[in-house]
Structures are given as C-alpha cells and as structure tokens.
C-alpha cells in the first residue's frame, strides 16, 4: 500500500514552482507539495511571511527558494520559470496561483482596475506557462496546475476583470492540454469555491452576502486553503498522468446546487 501512495501520489526529487505562494491558497498549495516530498520554488510579490516559512518547510525536510518580483510586468514573467531553474536546476511542476480581484459595479470601475487584474490574472498565467513549457518540453514532462474559479463557470456580480480572467485561464488551460499533451505535460485547473482568504474578507464581512453564499454551499461552511492542498498533490503525482485540460471544482458543492 504504501509503495502504492509514493510511486502514485509522491512528489520526492519534483520541484514545484508556486506564484503568490507565500500566503492564501498558494501557501496552504505550497505546503501541501512540500508535504508530498517537493522542493518549493515560491515566486510573490512581497516577502511576507518568508522567516515563516521557512521554518514550516525545514519540518517537512524540504528545501525551499524565494523570489520577489511584479508578474504584472511581462518581463517578470516571462523571467519567471528561469529563476526556479536557476535556484533548483529544473522545474517539474508550475502552479500559477498568483492572483488579484478588483470589486467595482460596472459603471463605475476604474480601467486600470480592469487591465491590473488582467495583467496578473490571464497574461501571467500565458507568459508564465509558456517558458516553464518548454524546459518541460527539454525534460520530458511536467504538470501546469492553473488555479481557476467558480466564476469560470458563472458571471458574478461587481467583479467583471475578475470573471473574464477566470473564463481565459479556463480556456488556457484547455488549448495548453491540447498542444503540450503529446510532449507528457499535463495541464490542468483547479476552481476552488467560496475559500476563507483575504480575497474574500469583504464578503464573508457582509453578513447578509455571507448567509447567502452559506445557504448555498451544500457543504454548509466556506473552504479553507487546506481543502485544496491534496487536490494539488493529486495533479503534481503520477496519478493524473492521463488527465488533461480538466478543470476540478473543489467548491463544497456550489455548482451542483
């Protein structure tokens, strides 16, 4: 059984790169990796919480790596994949979890609101994957696990930069697995539902919003990070070798409701 779990669903010898790994979600994706026996490459925009961090990870044994930088420039980026390479000698696993939301009714948004969310959301998730693809491409293999939404699927409501990025990183990670399938990189999406971060304080705030969303979720609670960490494993393993452009709601049962 045991044999079984490592060749299937251990990560050990794997480096996995992680945007806006240091706090949120791609924190709780980060640790779940380095759990499953991955070297962390974390790529953010603040170094909040690094002495944290790695103190966490030399727990877990693994050795983990930090970069700061703006992905919301192209430069960065597309640069992006060379640092990990640059840090661990390869990159065998990319999740492009970065990401911003910027709440505004239509009418009265900002356009620079829109084209920042664009910028980090959609563009970054392209250059990104990109670079990392083809050292992938020279290695034999990888995975590319995009962090997508429920409004991949829904349009939601004073958040229209927000949804249409989560629709392209939907569509992105289907036209990636159509391209780099053959070349034994598996690209999928994680959608996570309505998850207990920063991104969500001002909801969860809202007591009226809040009991709205509750009454929905099947599971009758908000998910936490955590919930997604396995779901991460699980696509970084062995075990998804034959799964490509899928996008997996982990959302308590939102959509189904």
């Known amino acids: 059984m045991l044999k079984f779990l490592e060749q299937n669903f251990g990560l050990n010898g794997k480096v996995a790169m992680v945007t806006g790994g240091n706090t949120g979600i791609g924190l709780a994706l980060a640790k779940g990796l380095a759990q499953a026996g991955a070297d962390i490459f974390i790529y953010s925009y603040t170094n909040e919480n690094i002495d944290i961090i790695k103190e966490d990870f030399a727990k877990f044994g693994r050795r983990v790596e930090f970069y700061q930088g703006d992905l ?3 430069i960065d980026a597309c640069s992006a994949p060379q640092k990990c390479i640059d840090a661990f000698g390869k990159i065998d696993i990319l999740i492009n979890n970065a990401g911003t939301i910027y709440r505004a009714p239509l009418l009265e948004g900002e356009n620079s609101g829109w084209k920042n969310v664009l910028d980090l959301n959609l563009n970054a998730v392209y250059y990104i994957s990109k670079e990392a693809a083809k050292f992938m491409v020279d290695n034999g293999g990888g995975k590319i696990i995009n962090i997508a939404s429920m409004l991949s699927f829904q349009g939601g409501k004073f958040v229209p930069s927000y949804t249409a990025t989560k629709h392209g990183v939907a569509g992105l990670t289907k036209a990636f697995a159509n391209e780099l399938a053959d070349r034994n990189i598996q690209v999928n999406a994680i959608a996570p539902g309505y ?10 705030a809202d007591e009226k919003r809040n009991a709205e969303i509750l009454s ?36 308590g049962g939102w959509l189904v409701r």
């Open 72 to 74: 919301t420039k192209e």
């Open 216 to 251: 929905r979720i099947p599971a009758g609670r908000w998910g936490q990070p955590e919930d997604l960490a396995a779901t991460a494993v699980f696509l970084s393993s062995n075990a998804s070798n034959y799964i490509n452009g899928h996008i997996l709601c982990v959302d």
């Open 195 to 204: 998850i207990a971060t920063a991104n969500t304080a001002p909801i969860r």
